[in-house]
């Protein structure tokens, strides 16, 4: 992936369209595009200044190839760091294809994946996990994962990590200091302010491993899982939130065998809907299987929603209430909500809460309620803060995270048997060393490889 040259890729999506934008960066870039372009000014791009838009024809010999706007962007002033190129063309396949090959028959080569960003990362236009947010930028799809990505891409992440490794990187080259002037028994590092450092930082590392979960939701769909009795309408509500027919819906016990999901953005957050099988006790060998895969989506929910038949609340309320204890006993970190659902044929006023667990009162077929199940929803994720703090959805980040906390842990422990600074050292070299491959300041070609590999060809 670290190689020179000069580059060439289509930036836009692939296709025939309007427009599409081809990026060229390199040393060769603008003196290749001038021996190409032909600016109605008759002025050399070379001779322009940065940041400038000129109009022209890109010629293959005596023949016009298209009529193009090209864009220049001197270095450093540019995306990668180097002299860029970007050609907005019109958006025909064969227009495309015919610049591309111009350019390669120029002796430009075609970008690899995630050559323009590895670029930018390499001259320093912006960190790895900068560079790593800007797929996520891309793959965004929802208002809450494109506002995840996007701070991350602005040095959210960044910003936090790189003013831990700096406070902890001062006391580390005091403790290195001390190891210089061991014969002397000398003291350079401050013990009380060193030990509420790491008091400190090891807050700072809970919260964001902690976050990890709740931004892998938002980048992924907050899974959600209805579950209950059979018969209760855990299918019609699955319809009603998507408005189509996507579980069969029927009066026999049962009829849901298998999970049904699918997903939908509701106030810019993507939530994806599991509907599962009733659980009940019974013979059927197949709705067997339905139900330990229902009790698999509850294992993997954010949210659980157990939807009860308003008719048999009295009668069924003991068997229930037991249920739904031992849901919360088996998963305690789950939020769980009741669900009354066929609420309008009941005339009596619902309670508010059914067993200290929120509730909601509906009814399904008639699509009542479904609007303030919604909304609420949306809040219970908006009290998580994810707008205001950072919050991790990369899995790398959050293993680089958990090993730098164990490193810590094991400082703050060395601190606590008294050991000698050159075994503190150790370990406060790895926790530096883990916090710097976040934001790529430690870091090697195989990884490198790895993450620009899953970016799309142009970015």
Known sequence: MLSEGTIIALSTASG???????????????????????????????????????LGELLDGDRIIDEVLVS???????????????????????????????????????????????????????????????????????????????QQMRGGISQEIKALRQELLDFASLIELELDFAEEDVAFADRAAF??????????????????????????????AIIGPPNAGKSTLLNALLQEDKAIISSIAGTTRDTIEDEITIGGIEFRFIDTAGIRETQDEIEQIGI?????????????????????????????????AQLSQQYPDKAIWVLFNKSDIKNSTLPTEFEGYPCLALSAKNKA?????????????????????????????YAALSNALTEIGKVQEGMDNQLSS?????????????LGEITGEVTNDELLGNIFANFCIGK
């Not at 063309?89 to 050559?115: M, N, T, W």
């Not at 479904?370 to 219970?380: F, R």
């Open 16 to 54: 025939a369209g309007a427009i599409a934008v081809i990026r060229v960066s390199g040393d060769a870039a603008i003196s290749t595009t001038d021996r190409l372009f032909c600016a109605r000014s008759k002025k050399k791009l070379v001779d322009q200044k940065s940041h400038s838009i000129h």
């Open 72 to 150: 220049v962007f001197k270095n450093p002033h540019s995306y990668t760091g180097e002299d860029v190129i970007e050609i907005s063309c019109h958006g025909s396949r064969y227009i495309q294809e015919k610049i591309l090959q111009l350019f390669v028959d120029q002796g430009i080569r075609p970008a690899k994946a995630g050559e323009f960003t590895l670029r930018a990362f390499i001259n320093g236009k912006m960190d790895l996990a900068q560079a790593e947010a800007v797929a996520d930028v891309i793959a965004s799809e929802n208002e809450a994962s494109h506002l995840v990505a996007m």
């Open 195 to 224: 030990l509420a450092l790491l008091l400190k930082i090891q807050g700072l590392l809970k919260r964001l491993i902690d976050s990890f979960a709740l931004g892998n939701v938002i980048k992924k769909g907050v899974p959600i």
């Open 292 to 324: 330990q895969k229902t009790f698999e989506k509850v294992a993997a929910a954010a949210i659980v929603l157990y939807m009860l038949d308003t008719n048999a609340l009295m009668s069924e309320r003991k068997i229930h209430k037991a249920k739904i």
């Open 369 to 397: 309620g479904i609007n303030s199940l919604k909304e609420s929803l949306v809040q219970h994720m908006e009290k998580n803060n994810y707008q205001d703090e950072s919050v991790i959805t990369n899995s790398r980040h």
């Open 422 to 434: 050159d075994l503190l050292a150790i370990d406060l070299r790895q926790a530096l060393f883990h």
